[in-house]
């Protein structure tokens, strides 16, 4: 836990080494701490086995060298590939991942629980209807409000963690699904307690996500307000009322804005800051993926320090960035155990050589990481 102390002896990890698998007591010194609202002066934190503890005796001893010591990050919009997307999200100091696709269920299991690895939320399939011919697993069409029923019922046999949809009327490989469906979803997924996340970067698309009443919506529109922004304020305002969330995927959509030269992203960034002005909680993610028909691909991992950075220009403060990856997700997404950096929560940490609260820039001086308890030194990956 946080603390003083004057002397404490013990052995040293050697540097670049990780902890054993057994995870063992771990003392860190002269670590100054994020409490989500400051930095703290120099103090301790017990880690012991995966989680934070409380008492430092027979601990090894970590000297942090006045390192400044952040709750591991969240990129709360992701789309998974293989076990290296995992080992390049933990290199930048990402210790949990909101996945919004993987498929088949094997694929999924295969990604999960992997110890030293980010730990692994997801939607498995995500429902759309399908076009003929796109190449999206058939299992996500949702052709009528009948199937999406069966839809939800799947994922959750599946395991899935929340029920992912598209909500936009057209994309160029699939178009959203029509509005009783959509309802349908949302309704079965609240039977089964499950978090319900729409993709909806098309005004259309809000609009439609927001009458079925989903929890989270993610991206933001790339399009400007064609009514003087009366619409767009007036849909915010539903989302301030209905307690909506915001994944708004800025690096995504600035991505996709310069690959279509169009200019818009401009609109985007304000949107956004209108959104979190009128009190909508915003979650950084970045729909970082590797597919051929995405619009853009975000890079695994350091994208989300770059969706910081994009969170800070279109309003947010600092400290606010920093809670959008670390203790807002813990909470809007129902991840109790981590977040926060505080006796009985899992000991996902990153230690920073540089202040973020000064710059946000400086969450990219990353010197080592912990997942559940496991110490890695990264600070040649990220130099």
């Known amino acids: 836990m946080p603390g003083q102390v004057d002397s404490i002896r013990g052995?040293?990890?050697p540097p670049g080494s990780h902890m054993s698998e057994d995870n063992p007591k771990s003392l860190l010194t002269n670590v100054r701490i994020f409490d989500g609202n400051r930095i703290s002066h120099p103090t301790f934190v017990v880690i012991d086995g995966t989680k934070i503890?409380?008492?430092?005796?027979?601990?090894?001893?970590?000297?942090?060298?006045g390192g400044i010591l952040i709750p591991g990050l969240i990129d709360s919009h992701v789309h998974l590939q293989d076990k290296e997307t995992l080992e390049q999200f933990r290199r930048y100091g990402i210790t949990t991942c909101l996945d919004m696709e993987c498929f088949p269920p094997e694929l999924l299991h295969s990604l999960r629980d992997l110890p030293g690895l980010p730990d692994v939320f997801s939607a498995g399939c995500a429902a759309y209807y399908q076009r003929p011919g796109s190449g999206w697993p058939p299992e996500g069409s949702v052709p009528d409000p009948e199937a999406a029923h069966l839809f939800v019922a799947n994922r959750v046999a599946e395991g899935a963690d929340f029920i992912k949809m598209l909500a936009d009327p057209s994309s160029p490989?699939?178009?959203?699904?029509?509005?009783p469906s959509l309802d349908m979803l949302v309704a079965t997924a609240k039977q089964f307690n499950m978090l319900t996340i729409a993709h909806a970067m098309q005004p259309a698309g809000l609009q439609m996500a927001q009458d079925a009443g989903v929890d989270v919506v993610t991206h933001a529109p790339l399009a400007p307000a064609l009514d003087g922004g009366k619409t767009e304020m007036s849909a915010i305002a539903r989302m301030v009322s209905d307690s909506r969330i915001c994944v708004p995927t800025l690096t995504m959509m600035e991505e996709t804005d310069q690959a279509r030269s169009g200019g818009a992203y401009v609109h985007t960034k304000a949107a956004v800051g209108a959104m979190h002005k009128l009190g909508v909680p915003i979650l950084a993610g970045t729909d970082c993926n590797n597919a051929p028909a995405a619009p853009a691909s975000p890079v695994f991992g350091e994208s989300?320090?770059?969706?910081?950075?994009?969170?800070?220009?279109?309003?947010?403060?600092?400290?606010?960035?920093?809670?959008?990856?670390?203790?807002?997700?813990a909470k809007y997404l129902r991840m109790p155990d981590r977040g926060a950096i505080a006796p009985g929560?899992?000991?996902?940490?990153?230690?920073?050589?540089?202040?973020?609260l000064k710059d946000i820039r400086n969450t990219r001086s990353i010197q080592k990481v912990w997942l559940a308890g496991q110490m890695f030194d990264v600070s040649a990956d990220c130099a």
């Open 11 to 13: 052995p040293i990890i």
């Open 53 to 65: 503890g409380t008492i430092p005796r027979g601990a090894r001893v970590i000297n942090c060298k």
């Open 173 to 179: 490989t699939a178009r959203g699904i029509d509005q």
């Open 304 to 329: 989300l320090h770059h969706e910081l950075e994009l969170l800070v220009d279109a309003g947010l403060s600092n400290v606010e960035a920093l809670r959008a990856a670390t203790s807002l997700p």
């Open 345 to 356: 929560m899992r000991a996902d940490l990153v230690l920073l050589g540089a202040d973020p």
